[in-house]
């Protein structure tokens, strides 16, 4: 007899869930402080408060902390390096703040424990940057490691933002020899990521009159374009920094990308009388085009930008006692200009923390002015006071 022997395929069976180990412990950051904004330029800022409580929430009660620290870290990660496949070269790791919370082991209870944190962010640093060189980011990187060689660890990005206090409008003048043609802008002092600004455009010197005749230059069109230029100096590490000559050098980059631009071929007023042309238009940042606001930082990085303006003039003649007579002398210029534009974050409601500060003791006013009493004033006071008290 036959004995066939059956198998299990394990068909039907579900399968356990795998389950974590516990950690014996958890980090998490909770931010006090407000958005972290540097008001002014770099050289003229004060910096930025910044604030935070480090929860500890503890599970194991005979948990005990052999180390147990937190950071302040700037990271710069270049998008070119010297060397493609070098994290030295391609990251650059910067310590800027750390709170050692127990130089000696710790042991702590079961549940929760805050620990504050604070830091003055000086206002030379660069804003958080994502650029097509370059990228800036700032993060609290938070460690703890016990007796028994647990590791919990924390990390937290912090944006950091500039913004630049608007002024009083700027005035600019470019000559366009050998034309007699000058052009007068006004622009304002600050622009931002997001909204449009006006641009103030005046020509002069449009006319040239003769004795019987005048020649004069006719606007066709104009265009205009916002160019963000950004340049950065790529450091090598001492492992690669034969490739540029010695330690201390590295490769410069630039880029130019255009973050906004319009044709106009209407809209502006010629008066050829009076020899000058008026334009008022408005321009903006195409925020869909992720424009990066205005850098200058100690390690070479720049961002900065530019209104580029380009006015197509044809000339043409016209006898003064017939003017609408035109005759084009088929003669045209391309005429080109730049200005400098400062894009920055708005500054909203927001003020610096060396100006919200309540006054001190001795900012407090004197008291009010006390009446002067001459000396007739005097006598007759003390006449009137000893008369009331003889009655």
Known sequence: MDIIKRHSLGIGKKSSPKLEPVRPLKLNVVVESPPVVFF??????????FSCQLKVNVKDPSVTLERFHMQFLALVTMKKPVSQHCPDCTTKVDELKKWTFSPSPLKLNKGEHSFPCSYMIPGHLPATTHGSLVTVEYKLSALAITSTGDKATFELPINVSRAIMPGNPKNSMRIFPPTNLTMHVTLPPVIHPIGNFKVEMKMTGVSTKNKESQTRWRLRKFTWRIEELERMVSPACPKHAAKVG???????????TVVGSDDIKSGWKSDFDDGTIECEFRAAVNPSLKPVCDVS???????KHLLVVEMVVAEEW????????ITPTGAARVLRTQFNLLLTERSGLGIAW??????????????????????????????????????
């Open 40 to 49: 002014g330029t770099p050289s003229q800022s004060s910096g930025a408060l």
């Open 246 to 256: 010695g330690e201390g050098n590295g490769i410069f980059h630039d880029n130019t």
């Open 297 to 303: 930082a100690a390690n070479g990085l720049e961002i």
């Open 354 to 391: 060396d100006e919200e500060q309540p006054p001190m003791y001795e900012d407090v006013p004197a008291s009010p002015p006390t009446y002067q009493i001459n000396d007739i004033d005097m006598q007759e006071l003390d006449e009137e006071t000893n008369r009331l008290n003889l009655s």
């Open 318 to 325: 016209a006898p003064l006692k017939k003017p609408t007579q």
